[in-house]
């Protein structure tokens, strides 16, 4: 071939069109490998467990931990971009749980390197306010009066189960009793129907005649000591009670200290019978053994009125605060029970 025959022959083959390859399986599963899965950790946010309303950017798996302190993981992997698939799409799966786009790879080149994605955190949750008027505060006050009383009166008749403390939302209310003249008339109600009867008993004239009083809070009150242990708020401690029962400082019921002095001029025998210890008989002026105390209050009282009977008196009358001080056997054949709702004693 001549030299001008083979530049011509160069010339024709340039301009001839290179058809275009299609990439191999290999190349393919090279850029494949090249999509670079990105998971970044946003900030923690010292949220309570709360689930938040999120709309995930386009080919973003997103997964939710609510711990105490949530952390936001956010996959990017070579996935089409499906625009309607997440367009108006709240994010409120289950803890764990991702939302799954469409699995069909995808070779955009855009995708295919390393990357940080960051998203502001959600704000955090408001406190809830609520707030009531004059007028309902009043309404709720009146209600829990109207409860609280309805709480004493089943306990002074005896219809309430056996009890340790006063509701928590009656300590008001016992304090507002205990402290008015609210309790101060029911003593005295109570006593003065009691010297009604005791005025109208038939005495035989031998010494046998006997009316029975339990001594705190039906001769004595203990009213300062509960006012400072929460009016019944707290469970009854012996040991604080015994160290205020020696000191003394108990007064006396006035209403209580009347009926006392007119059953003993009316020729009645009185018996003291109380549930403090022997250690105490200088201040209480009654007889009790040690092992005594271990009794239910009804149980022993019961047993000593059944003495008083025995020896051939007749219990006409019985006071007290408790109902343990009135019931059992050998009763009296009038009780009259004094408004005690500080506490209870089985």
Partial sequence: ????????????????????????????????????????????????????????????VLYYDYSVTSNYHYSSSSYPQQQQQYEGEEATHPPGVPIQPDP???LDPHLQQTQTLSYPAPPPPQPLIIQHTE?????????????????????????????????YECKEYVKDYMMGRGYLHDLERVNH??????????????????????????????????????????VF?????DKWVEAGMASALESSLKLYKKV???????????????????????????????????????????????????????????WSDLLGFAMSIRSFKLPNPMYYIP
């Fill in 237 to 241: 401690d012996h040991v604080a009670f």
């Fill in 264 to 322: 003993l001029d009316l020729g009645f025998k009185v018996v003291l019978l109380t549930g403090r210890t022997e250690q105490h008989r200088s201040v209480t002026v009654e007889n009790l053994t040690s092992e005594d105390r271990t009794k239910m209050a009804t149980i022993f009282k019961s047993e000593k009125r059944n003495e008083i009977v025995k020896e051939g008196y007749r219990i006409h009358g019985n006071s007290g605060d408790q």
């Fill in 135 to 167: 007028a309902q505060l009043r309404e709720f006050d009146e209600e829990i009066k109207f409860q609280c009383t309805s709480w004493r009166v089943s306990l002074e008749a005896n219809n309430l189960s056996p009890w340790k403390t006063i509701p």
């Fill in 193 to 234: 129907e009691a010297g009604v009867y005791a005025k109208a008993v038939d005495l035989i004239g031998d010494g046998k005649d006997v009316w029975v009083f339990d001594i705190d809070e039906t001769l004595l009150s203990n009213l300062p000591y509960y006012a400072h242990h929460g009016f019944g708020l707290e």
């Fill in 1 to 60: 071939m001549t030299q001008a025959k083979w530049r011509t022959a160069m010339k024709r083959d340039e301009k001839k069109p290179v058809a275009a390859q299609p990439p191999s399986e290999l190349q393919q599963q090279q850029q494949l490998a090249a999509a670079t899965t990105i998971t970044t950790e946003a900030q923690n946010i010292n949220y309570q467990q709360q689930q938040y309303t999120y709309n995930p950017p386009v080919g973003v």
């Fill in 104 to 106: 069909t790879p995808s």
